[in-house]
């Protein structure tokens, strides 16, 4: 299948082809390489098991949960636990792009995508500051004391989110 821009994002430099592997999260798909869409690549701009509550507007958004998260000015937000800070400001992220050849599209609203064959990146670069290319990227990244507390927030909400890593959440 010929599509979008895919990329895969990794702490791990030079990295020359993606094998497929056993997904921990879905077994039943078997072995996997997992890319996302350019959409959400700015979720994924972290160090990889680092905990995060992502979330923007939808068409069904209400203008009241729009003032209570605060979403004014920003496409995306990114929540990150305060503990979390200090590393993610001194990770080297790297950005593999991916051709979507051999890819077919597995949750459209998260932007993943999976490929059972081997694939080979078509380029990498290396984001050495991801809060700035956050930023960059019209997302906003906010820090709080407790994710959790936000994530059922979120959940009960009319946002569209994306709930990533929580089981490395200390709070």
Request: glycine share 4%; aromatic share 8%; charged share 20%.
């Amino acid at each position: 299948m010929i599509g979008p821009t895919l990329f895969h994002v990794s702490e791990e430099a030079g990295i020359a082809v993606f094998v497929p592997r056993p997904s921990t999260v879905f077994p039943s798909l078997g072995s996997v390489v997992w890319a996302v869409a350019e959409s959400h690549l700015v979720n994924y701009l972290l160090p990889r098991d680092c905990p995060r509550v992502t979330f923007c507007a939808s068409h069904d958004t209400t203008d009241a949960d729009r003032r209570r998260f605060n979403l004014a000015g920003s496409s995306r937000v990114i929540v990150i636990a305060c503990d979390w800070l200090e590393r993610v400001e001194s990770a080297a992220i790297y950005v593999y792009e991916l051709s979507a050849m051999t890819f077919t599209p597995h949750d459209a609203s998260a932007g993943y995508w999976l490929s059972r064959a081997p694939v080979v990146p078509v380029r990498v670069s290396q984001v050495a500051h991801a809060p700035h290319e956050i930023r960059r990227r019209g997302a906003d990244l906010r820090v709080v004391e407790r994710l959790k507390p936000l994530q059922d927030q979120v959940v009960a909400s009319t946002l569209d989110y994306s709930i990533i890593r929580m089981r490395n959440s200390q709070r």
